[in-house]
C-alpha cells in the first residue's frame, strides 16, 4: 500500500475505535442508570410517589440539618427520602406521596419561620384534604418563650385537621434536648450510634482569643466588644458569610448561644460582635460576660460554626444588597459586606442603628472606608436618641420609600440582622408597606428577604 493509503487506513481505524470506545461508555452508563433506576423503584415499591417527603421550617439552620439527618436514616433503612424546605411544597405534593415527616422551628413569638411563611400563607390558609396522607411532626422550640413549639403545634393541628393520619405523636423539643431528639431518631429508624442533633454539618473546634476591643465607648448602652479569635490548630474550619458561631456553657450545655459571624474566612480570624449583658444583681451574663471580661488574651474555647443558609449570599451574590439592622446585628451584615468587598461589588445598600453618633457608631472607620472606595452605595446612619424623637431604622426606610421600591425592582436581595423585638417586626411591616403583600411573599419565595434576628 502506498503511504498515503496507510495513512487514511490508520486515520480511519483510530476513528473506528474512538467511536467504539464511546459506544461502550455510554452502554456502560445505560446500564448503571437502568441498575439505579430498578433499585430505587425496588425500593419505593414501583409507585412513584413513594419517597417519604421529609419537610423542614428552619430559621436558622437546625430544623434544615435534622431533616437531612432524618433523610439519611431513611435511605440506609431502604427508604427512599426527599429532602424540601416547606416553602418548595404546595398540597399537591403532600397529597400523592403517601408519607411525610415535618421538623419545625417556631421563629420569634410563635410565627412560623422565614424557611416555612409562603407555606403558611398559601397552603396552611386554605382547607386541603390529605386523608392520603401519613405524618409526624417534630416541633423544635424554646421554653423560654410564651409560645412553645406554636408553629410546629399548628402545622400538627392543620394536617390532623385536613384527614391526614398521625404516624406517631407529635415530639416537641426544648433547645435541642438530646433525649427528645433521641426519640425521633427511633420513630425515624435511625441507628442508635448516629447521634440526633441538627448539627452534622457543623465544625466543633477550639479558638483562641487574640483580640478583643471596645467599640462603644461612653454609650449609655451596654458596652459592645469586636472580638477576634484565631484556630488553635490546623486546618482551620471554614465558613461563609451568614454562617453562625455557637457557644455551649459547661454551666448551662443546654441553651447554647448563638453569634452572628463578622467575618470571613479570608481574614484569617474568627470575628464577634458580642454586647455585654448585665443582670439586675451587677452580675454579668454567662455567655457574655466570659467572652467580654473573663475569658483572658490567649485562652481558648470551643465554637461549634454552624451554616446558615438562608442567611448565605447564595444566589443573591450577584445581585444588588439592601443590608438593614440595627445594634450587634451589624456582625452579619459585616461579613457580608466583606464577601462583597473581595467580590468587587459595590451594589450595596446600608440602613443600620444605634444609639448616638457619638458614642455607637460602630465599626465607623470600616463604614466610611468602604464609602470611600465604593463598596457601599448608599449609607443610612439611624441614631434613634440624637433628636428629641425616636427614629429607627424602619422610619428611616419609610422616610425612603422610593428608593427602597427602586431597588427593589432592580432586584435587589433585603437582609436583616439584628433584634427580634421592636426592629426586626418594624423592619417587616415598613417593607410590606412600601412594596406591598405580594411583592413581600415573592421576596420570600425566592430567597431573596433574609432575616437573621433574634
Known sequence: MTEPVLRVLAASL???????????????????????????????????????????????????????????????????????????VDTAMLRSAPRALF????????????????????????????????YAVLAL?????????????????WLHAAGAKRAFERIEVDNADPATLAEWQAQCGGSPDASATGTS??????????????????????????????PSA??????????????ALASDPGRPRDYSIASIAADGELQLLVRQEQHQDGTLGAASGLLTSTLNLGDTIRLRL???????????????????????????????????????????????????AQHDYLCRDEIEAWQHSGVLQRVDMVFSRD?????????????????????????????????????AGGVDAALR??????VMGELLASGRYCRDVY
Request: glycine content about 10%; overall charge positive.
Open 306 to 356: 454552624r451554616p446558615h443558609r438562608s442567611f448565605r449570599l447564595g444566589e443573591n451574590a450577584r445581585r444588588p444588597l439592601l443590608l438593614i439592622g440595627n445594634g450587634t446585628g451589624l456582625a452579619g451584615l459585616r461579613s457580608h459586606l466583606r464577601a462583597r468587598a473581595a467580590m468587587d461589588r459595590h451594589d450595596n445598600w446600608l440602613v443600620f442603628g444605634e444609639r448616638n
Open 141 to 157: 422550640g424554646d421554653r423560654q418563650y410564651a409560645n412553645f413549639c406554636r408553629f410546629g403545634r399548628q402545622l400538627d393541628e
Open 14 to 88: 483510530t476513528v473506528l475505535a474512538y467511536v467504539a470506545l464511546c459506544a461502550a461508555i455510554y452502554w456502560r452508563r445505560r446500564q448503571l442508570r437502568n441498575l439505579t433506576a430498578r433499585q430505587a423503584a425496588a425500593l419505593a415499591g414501583s409507585q412513584p410517589g413513594a419517597a417519604t417527603l421529609v419537610l423542614f421550617a428552619s430559621q436558622t439552620g437546625q430544623a434544615e440539618a435534622l431533616a437531612w439527618q432524618t433523610g439519611r436514616w431513611l435511605h440506609a433503612a431502604g427508604t427512599p427520602a426527599r429532602v424540601l424546605s416547606l416553602n418548595d
Open 103 to 134: 421538623i419545625a422551628s417556631t421563629y420569634g413569638e410563635g410565627d412560623a419561620p422565614d424557611g416555612a411563611s409562603v407555606f403558611a400563607e398559601r397552603v396552611m390558609g386554605v382547607r386541603a384534604e390529605l386523608s392520603s396522607l401519613r
Open 234 to 247: 490546623a486546618p482551620a474550619p471554614g465558613w461563609e458569610s451568614g454562617d453562625i458561631a455557637q457557644l
Open 433 to 438: 408597606q412600601i412594596v406591598g403583600e405580594a
Open 387 to 423: 433628636q428629641p424623637e425616636r427614629l429607627y431604622v424602619q422610619h428611616r426606610l419609610l422616610q425612603l420609600h422610593e428608593e427602597v421600591r427602586a431597588w427593589v425592582a432592580r432586584d435587589a436581595a433585603i437582609y436583616v440582622c439584628g433584634s427580634l423585638q421592636g426592629m
Open 201 to 230: 454539618e457543623a465544625s466543633d473546634a477550639s479558638w483562641r482569643l487574640v483580640s478583643r476591643r471596645l467599640l462603644n465607648g461612653g454609650s449609655t448602652g451596654a458596652p459592645v466588644h469586636l472580638l477576634g479569635f484565631a
